[in-house]
Antibody, heavy 121, light 107 residues
């Protein structure tokens, strides 16, 4: 059974960089059939796609966040990471990592439990 | 960006009812439409992909239809565990976007 687990600080100061890691268990992140993604959810904006990464390192970012986002992959540790720079209170959200499937559509079939990140001084 | 609009935003129904949730895209997305269920404090769960394909393990009382810009999620014979929020997501073009959600509540 595939499992994804987000980890990282739950509190980040304004203007600093948010860093999260998603550890994948039960499947190889190098499986060529999948991409791996980050999404977030706020009460105000709802669910928002942040970006995806393929095991080779190819990335796809939401243009609204692209200038501040970096997603990277570590195949040796079967995990991928998110960095979001220059955060503000608007970046306070529950952050999810998920597996993306490209089969007749592009969708997320397995999700982590999510981690709340609060931006506050 | 493709804008996704769901209706209604909330819905009250009873166990055993049939309910339909609608999702409209701001441009044609063929059948690149997915549906998720989310319960409080939990991650979204994939129900339907490619407009009408049932994800493995999802009960057959859930079904999806539509193409182009208009899509529906139907739940026949509502069960107590179906009371949750539902979201559509377009997988046609990046940035992938979600509807604002429909909260299904017990009447």
């Amino acid at each position: 059974q595939l499992q994804l687990q987000e980890s990282g600080p739950g509190l980040v100061k304004p203007s600093e960089t948010l860093s999260l890691t998603c550890t994948v268990a039960g499947d190889s992140i190098s499986d060529s059939n999948y991409n791996w993604g980050w999404l977030r959810q706020t009460p105000g904006k709802g669910l928002e796609w942040i970006g995806d990464i393929y095991y080779s390192g190819s990335t796809y970012y939401n243009p609204s966040l692209k200038s501040r986002v970096t997603i990277s992959v570590d195949t040796s540790k079967n995990r991928f990471s998110l960095r979001l720079s220059s955060v503000t209170a608007a970046d306070t959200a529950v952050y999810y990592c998920a597996r993306r499937v490209d089969f007749w559509s592009f969708y997320y079939d397995y999700w982590g439990r999510g981690t709340l990140v609060t931006v506050s001084s | 960006d493709v804008q996704m609009t769901q209706s209604p935003s909330s819905l009250s129904a009873s166990v055993g009812d049939r309910v339909t949730i609608t999702c409209r895209a701001s441009q044609s997305i063929s059948t690149y439409l997915n549906w998720y269920q989310q319960k409080p404090g939990k991650a979204p769960k994939l129900l339907i992909y490619a407009a009408s394909s049932l994800q493995t393990g999802v009960p057959s009382r859930f079904s999806g239809s539509g193409s182009g810009t208009d899509f529906t999620l139907t739940i026949t014979t509502l069960q107590p565990e179906d009371f949750a929020s539902y979201y559509c997501q377009q997988g046609y073009s990046t940035p992938y976007t979600f509807g604002q959600g429909t909260k299904l509540e017990i009447k």
